[in-house]
C-alpha cells in the first residue's frame, strides 16, 4: 500500500518551469513504477511520463518529449517531473501514480495522488 501526495503546482506563463513532486509514504518504494498523468477540463486523464523502479527507464507522451524529465530518488521516497517550456495547453491537473513493477508503462496503475493544478498563462 502507498500513499501519494503531489506538490508544486502552480501558475507559470507560457515558456516557463515548474518542477512537481510526488512524495510516497512506504517502504518498498523503489518495488513500484511511478508515473505522471494529467487531466485537463473537458479531457480524459492523459499520460505524461513514468519511471521504472530503479530510474533506469522512463517514457514520455510524444507532446512532452523533450520539455518534461522525470526522475526519482528512492532514498526520499519522492518522484519529481521538471516540466521546462510550458505551453497553455499543459494546463491540468497533474497526478502522481504508481503500480508495482509490470506490465505496460502506461497503463494499470494502482494508487493516485490527489492531484496538483498547473496553469499556464498564454
Known amino acids: 500500500q502507498v500513499q501519494l501526495v503531489e506538490s508544486g503546482g502552480g501558475l507559470v506563463q507560457a515558456g516557463g518551469s515548474l518542477r512537481l513532486s510526488c512524495a510516497a509514504s512506504?517502504?518498498?518504494?523503489?518495488?513500484?513504477?511511478m508515473g505522471w498523468f494529467r487531466q485537463a477540463p473537458g479531457k480524459e486523464r492523459e499520460f505524461v511520463a513514468s519511471?521504472?523502479?530503479?530510474?533506469?527507464?522512463?517514457y514520455y507522451t510524444d507532446s512532452v518529449k523533450g520539455r518534461f524529465t522525470i526522475s526519482r530518488d528512492n532514498a526520499k521516497n519522492t518522484m519529481y517531473i521538471q516540466m521546462n517550456s510550458l505551453k497553455p495547453e499543459d494546463s491540468a491537473v497533474y497526478y502522481c501514480a504508481a503500480k508495482r513493477i509490470s506490465g505496460s508503462p502506461r497503463l494499470n496503475y494502482d494508487y493516485w495522488g490527489r492531484g496538483t493544478q498547473v496553469t499556464v498563462s498564454s
Open positions: 519511471i521504472t523502479g530503479t530510474g533506469g527507464m522512463s
Open positions: 512506504g517502504r518498498t518504494f523503489s518495488t513500484y513504477v
